[in-house]
Each structure stands twice: as C-alpha cells, then as structure tokens.
C-alpha cells in the first residue's frame, strides 16, 4: 500500500523503521497524552501490530514519509479501536515533534478518510483522544469530523469522540 498527498507518503511500516518511529514515539512531549512513551519492545511490537493488521484489514497505521526528503515524520492510517465498548474504524495519528504544526498530520488523515470511504464499507470514521489532546482534536475536526460525545476509561480517564459519515464526507467532496 502506497498513498500520496502533495507533501507526503504513506506506506507500510517495515521492520526498519523502527529508529525513526522510536524517535517519535519514546519522546515524553510527543506521547504526554498516553499512560507513558513508548520503550524500545512497546515500539517493535507497534510495527508487528501494524504488520498484522495490514494482514488481517488490508490497512493499519502507515509510515508517513515527508516527499521532499525521504525522512520518516510519523504515522496515520486507520486501525481498528475499542471506542466506548464497540470496536470502530479510527484515524490515528503521531507526527515528530519537530513537524508539528504544518499541517502534516491533518493531510496525512485526510488522505486516509479518503481512502477508507473509497476502499471499505465503513459507514463512518472516528477519532478518538485524551479530552486534554488539543492538537488531535484539532485534527479531527480540520477534517470533517464533528464532537460526538465522550466516555471515561482506565488510560485516558476521559476520551473525546469525533467521527464523520460517509454522507457528511460525500457532501465535503462534492463541496470541492
């Protein structure tokens, strides 16, 4: 699998990957809105997790590689969540510190409602956060998505919930 924006790439996590993303994903500022960062086996198991994924659904979280350079920024793609007791469809994404605020996560999770509305049956897409996760929010809404509500659980406490529809996406389409 290979997804293009004008700015970057999205393709499958490899084995090699694993420097890049630990990068991202051992850095306490990028993952203040999880339990922890992430250490080296939780990182490894994070590509077989996506590894598998790709297996099983045909799609997982993707490494988002900026065009322009070849560097591994992060990752987005959709995985699916237990989000308030049912297990949904969700766009995730993590981008280095470093690139945060360009824009890069809302293309990169644009371009995955995208492909999931044209390449699955899914009738609607989430995201869900920290209710603290101002920029994940953010994120969700700059692409379509809207508050639904809000569930407390054991990691986060209290998780906000976006989500769009396939109509709401097909009326934004066809808005363009």
């Given at each position: 699998?290979?997804?293009?924006?004008?700015?970057?790439?999205?393709?499958?996590?490899?084995?090699?990957?694993?420097?890049?993303?630990?990068?991202?994903?051992?850095?306490?500022?990028?993952?203040?809105?999880?339990?922890?960062?992430?250490?080296?086996?939780?990182?490894?198991?994070?590509?077989?997790?996506?590894?598998?994924?790709?297996?099983?659904?045909?799609?997982?979280?993707?490494?988002?590689?900026?065009?322009?350079?070849?560097?591994?920024?992060?990752?987005?793609?959709?995985?699916?969540?237990?989000?308030?007791?049912?297990?949904?469809?969700?766009?995730?994404?993590?981008?280095?510190?470093?690139?945060?605020?360009?824009?890069?996560?809302?293309?990169?999770?644009?371009?995955?409602?995208?492909?999931?509305?044209?390449?699955?049956?899914?009738?609607?897409?989430?995201?869900?956060?920290?209710?603290?996760?101002?920029?994940?929010?953010?994120?969700?809404?700059?692409?379509?998505?809207?508050?639904?509500?809000?569930?407390?659980?054991e990691a986060d406490k209290i998780s906000k919930v976006y989500a769009i529809s396939r109509?709401?996406?097909?009326?934004?389409?066809?808005?363009?």
């Amino acid at each position: 699998m290979r997804l293009e924006t004008n700015r970057l790439i999205l393709r499958e996590f490899s084995t090699e990957d694993f420097d890049a993303l630990y990068e991202i994903l051992s850095d306490p500022e990028t993952m203040r809105h999880y339990p922890k960062p992430f250490d080296e086996s939780k990182v490894r198991y994070w590509i077989e997790w996506n590894l598998e994924n790709y297996r099983v659904f045909g799609f997982g979280l993707w490494a988002v590689v900026l065009k322009e350079t070849g560097r591994l920024i992060g990752d987005c793609g959709i995985t699916m969540q237990n989000i308030d007791g049912k297990i949904k469809p969700e766009i995730g994404y993590h981008i280095h510190k470093s690139c945060w605020r360009r824009g890069y996560a809302s293309e990169a999770a644009r371009k995955c409602r995208d492909w999931a509305f044209e390449n699955t049956p899914f009738q609607m897409l989430f995201s869900y956060m920290k209710h603290t996760n101002v920029a994940s929010y953010s994120t969700a809404v700059s692409n379509g998505m809207r508050l639904i509500g809000e569930f407390e659980n054991e990691a986060d406490k209290i998780s906000k919930v976006y989500a769009i529809s396939r109509s709401e996406w097909e009326a934004l389409k066809g808005g363009k």
